[in-house]
């Protein structure tokens, strides 16, 4: 739904601030305000996620901004509703953070990676879903009360309904998962019952039968059933931890430093950074490039959008396939190499397209299909890599970092690609030079990019210590 929240402006935001008398560097302004509330909102929903280990309420109080941010963006009186209307619901984005921490506790490490895909690749169909709404928005010609509704603010009103429906659906079709944890010692106690004698067994159900009797609100004391004294007092102390962390600076210091400037950990958070900055650039100067030199209106680019969604939907469904074959960090190596392949086609032939029209587009979609094949590739590997290496109990908390810098990425992108539209060698030029970069560093740290877990057991192998593999094995 966020996705499609911001995709469904993309073929008009353009000419609705022209229609505004906007500059043409308030189009990066505008798709920025939405990265920079998100990049705020994102780590506080994300440790609020962490100390509560729920996000019901948490999505739907996230929700309420897009409402009011999407009703804003509706009524469109001048250029700076249009950019708050952006801020306010780019405040709801930061939900995405709890999120992507929940799924972190409630998949194993195994799995996660198929996870993380499936998932977002369900985000990535707003990609797909939301420029195809504005073939049929597009066609809005009426008034609600003093508001005009035209193919410029119907996206924002329909888009105000879309999350004000979502709400309801959320209070009853949605309900928090487990954390692994919980599950893993829900399995360990029913092990340990089935090895209990007949009569030892019996027993034991007449004194879980007595539990399980409904409170006086209808709710059953499931976790008395589920987890042992050792787990609470665990829990407890998390819990008490984390309000800790909080409360003392020089903790929280501590714990930063330990925990976001690892090499693996300053790596990823580069490749999140870097995909992020080079995607929003191109996305923000498609729209005039086409425009310039295609002639494209709010149709062609609502099917340029589609198609290009429908690409990035099918990646992410191949990278699910292959996460399960090979490691993660092959996938990311795979992504960056595709990148790279983009960026370097779009420097010769987008930069200062050649030949007649036929051969200008054709050079035009081949540099976008790159740009979105390779999309998937690192977004699922840096996502999965950085859930592995990073600590569980502070997943919302390290996700919203992990967003944080994918924000400032979406922020600085937009800016940087708004206001060089007629310098493009500069733009791609600075472009190719970051994915280098990357490149670079992910070669250099290519061995540390594993589960550390993972990298401990490689590295008993290679120097075959005995003592080594004995605190390997009691991990």
Known sequence: M????????????WRYLQTLDAEPYFLGLTLSAFSLSGLLS?????????????????????????????????????????????????????????IFGVLTRCTAPEDRANVFATVM???????????????????????????????????????CLMWTLLQPVVVFMYWD??????????????????????????????????EEKPCKNGEYLSVGNVLNFHFLSTLTSLLIS????VLSPTTSVAFFVSEFLKEEVVVLLAAQFITLFNQT??????????????????????????????VVIAGFLFVRWLSRHVAERVVLVIGLSIANI????????????????????TEFIIGIFLQVVGLPFVAVSQVSLFSKITSEKTQGFSQGVR?????????????????LTENMYIMMGVMMGLLVMLSVMVAFSYNQLVEPAVEEELDCLENEDSTCRQSTEEQ
């Not at 966020?2 to 935001?13: D, E």
């Not at 983009?342 to 587009?361: E, H, K, M, T, V």
């Not at 967003?403 to 206001?419: C, F, H």
Request: hydrophobic content about 45%; aromatic content about 12%.
């Open 177 to 210: 998962l487990p954390p692994i944890e919980n599950v893993k010692a829900k399995n360990r106690l029913i092990n340990s019952n089935e090895e209990k004698t007949e009569q030892e067994l019996v027993k034991d159900e007449d004194e879980s039968n007595e």
């Open 281 to 310: 650039a191109l996305e923000t100067m498609v729209t005039p490039l086409t425009q310039k030199y295609f002639n494209f209106g709010e149709l062609e680019n609502s099917v340029m959008y589609c198609l290009a969604g429908g």
């Open 403 to 419: 967003r944080s810098v994918g924000g400032l990425a979406t922020i600085l992108g937009p800016l940087w690609a708004g206001g």
């Open 42 to 98: 994102g780590p506080l929903f994300g440790h609020w996620s962490d100390r509560r280990r729920a996000i019901k309420k948490i999505i739907l109080f996230g929700n309420l901004f897009e409402i009011v941010g999407n009703l804003m963006y509706f009524m469109g009186y001048s250029k700076w509703l249009l950019l708050s209307s952006r801020f306010v619901a780019g405040i709801g984005s930061g939900i995405g953070s709890s």
């Open 121 to 159: 690749a369900c985000r990535q169909a707003g990609l797909l879903i939301g420029p195809a709404f504005n073939i049929f928005l597009r066609l809005s010609d009426f008034h609600v009360g003093p508001f005009l509704v035209d193919k410029y603010t119907s996206p924002g009103l329909f888009m």
């Open 342 to 361: 983009s960026c370097i086609w779009c420097l010769i032939f987008l930069a200062n397209p050649r030949g007649d029209y036929p051969w200008q587009l």
């Open 242 to 245: 984390d309000c800790l962390f």
């Open 2 to 13: 966020q996705l499609a929240t911001v995709t469904v402006i993309l073929p008009t935001i």
